[in-house]
């Protein structure tokens, strides 16, 4: 049987492969393992906080959540539509023992997926959502009368996000004479995102603001970038900030509409903090696909990158075990530990701004701190994906690419997780030499490693 857990909770088409009887199922699994239902008295039963974005079917898919943990013994908090993060930090800030969030993230609004988060916001390691997976469909003693869990909404608890967001800023941290241009995705950040930068005296333009179940992510967001990229130049704006549906990423837009990406916005914050002595160890996390302009950048400042697989859950396991305060991924997905278990796109827009406040540079200056080398990516499918780093003829086509590129460039080859496919990645100066070198090595791995042929 497959695992049902993905790299990011579980997902898939909502009504079709993401059922309300898997809904309920999973939620008085994790009831179990993550609230010790049963183990409590009515005086004293788990309790769980649950948030959604903004997709229809996230309204009946709250309802068996909501009916599975408390049909397990769990008192209940809905805290209606609120970003991952959101979630993330009230389950630790209210002293909650779970907490469920609601979304596919960018995903098309066809998708919707469960995430869990155990006791202190945390995401969940693999050996709990495989003790999840083994409760499923187990026998349980089901309580009655009294036992039975309490459920209540609390939608003034998504202020309390709100405030927290606006004091991590810190003093003299006000925003007045910003424009920004604020793209939520029609998603779970419309509220929260418009009111931080509003808190904070901004001129706000807000975009993609009016979701109605159906249109989130629906060409606009941090995956859509160009009706932000308009409205910023339409309206003179100095700032244009995307986040996707759950907003727990972020990425940026400068004065003149050019795309400011994951790795330039953990280029800016490393400088910042380290300046304001926050940055642990004068270390960032990063992911092996970060562009090397970021990795000259930080080397040039004397900033050391941490480097991780792909994944937001690796990033935040290396900041974990090492204490470190800043991580994240191109995708825009930034992790300020001080402040968050997870990555918070409004968190992100907010100290982006902040440093434009309190430097009066621009964003183009500010993102000046590196120079992004062109990345070419070729998808190879239809290929042996176990045999990308042993076949001798593929791996002596990549060291060969990576001595002609020296360390004007860098090659990379990644077996997708979930398809037969290698993804070729090659960064170089110019983008004709990068996609010349991705695509003779894409050719390589095409013939080498085609399921059809015979291995040898």
């Known amino acids: 049987m497959a695992r049902l857990f993905g790299t990011d909770g579980v997902r898939g088409t909502a009504n079709l492969e993401l059922t309300a009887e898997i809904a309920v199922e999973l939620s008085v699994a994790a009831a179990h393992v993550l609230g010790e239902a049963g183990a409590f008295t009515a005086a004293r039963r788990p309790l769980a906080l649950v948030g959604r974005d903004t997709r229809a079917s996230g309204e009946f898919l709250e309802s068996a959540v909501v009916a599975g943990l408390a049909s397990a013994g769990v008192d209940v908090v809905r805290l209606g539509v609120i970003p991952t993060p959101g979630v993330a930090y009230l389950v630790a800030n209210m002293e909650a023992d779970l907490g469920v969030m609601l979304s596919a993230s960018h995903n098309p609004m066809p998708d919707n997926g469960i995430k869990f988060f155990a006791r202190g916001g945390v995401k969940l390691d693999d050996a709990i959502e495989d003790a999840i997976e083994e409760q499923m469909g187990a026998v349980w003693l089901r309580p ?6 309490r459920v209540r909404d609390d939608l003034g608890a998504v202020e309390a996000y709100v405030a927290h967001l606006v004091s991590s800023l810190g003093d003299n941290s006000s925003l007045e004479g910003l424009k920004v241009v604020v793209d939520c995705a029609n998603g779970a950040g419309f509220l929260t995102a418009l009111a931080a930068f509003d808190a904070q005296g901004a001129e706000l333009v807000p975009l993609h603001a009016a979701p109605d179940g159906l249109n989130i992510n629906d060409n606009c967001g941090s995956t859509h970038l160009g009706s932000l990229q308009a409205a910023v130049l339409a309206n003179g704006a100095d700032l244009g900030v995307a986040l996707d549906g759950d907003a727990d990423r972020c990425l940026a837009v400068d004065a003149t509409g050019a795309i400011v990406d994951g790795d330039q916005i953990l280029a800016i914050l490393a400088l910042a903090m380290r300046e304001a002595l926050t940055l642990h160890s004068d270390t960032v996390v ?6 090397l302009g970021f990795l000259h950048a930080m080397k040039a400042e004397g900033i050391h990158v941490d480097q991780t697989k792909v994944g937001d859950r690796y990033v935040l396991e290396a900041m974990n075990a090492n204490g470190f305060t800043l991580g994240g991924e191109q995708s825009g997905h930034v992790i300020m530990s001080e402040f968050a278990t997870t990555g918070d796109g409004v968190l992100t827009a907010l100290h982006l701004a902040a440093r434009m406040a309190r430097t009066g540079k621009s964003l183009a200056e500010l993102a000046g701190v590196m120079k992004r080398l062109p990345q070419v990516m070729i998808n190879v499918s239809g290929v042996n994906k176990t045999r990308a780093g042993i076949d001798p003829v593929v791996t002596s086509a990549v060291s060969a690419a990576a001595r002609e590129l020296g360390d004007r460039g860098r090659v990379l080859l990644r077996p997708s997780g979930t398809e037969p496919l290698v993804r070729v990645m ?15 090595l894409a050719g390589v791995v095409r013939e080498r490693l085609a399921l059809e042929r015979a291995i040898g």
Do not use: I
């Open 286 to 291: 990063a992911t092996v696909m970060s562009n």
């Open 144 to 149: 009655t009368g009294a036992e039975v869990g």
């Open 426 to 440: 090659v960064e170089a100066e110019t983008e004709a030499e990068a996609r010349s070198v991705a695509a003779r």
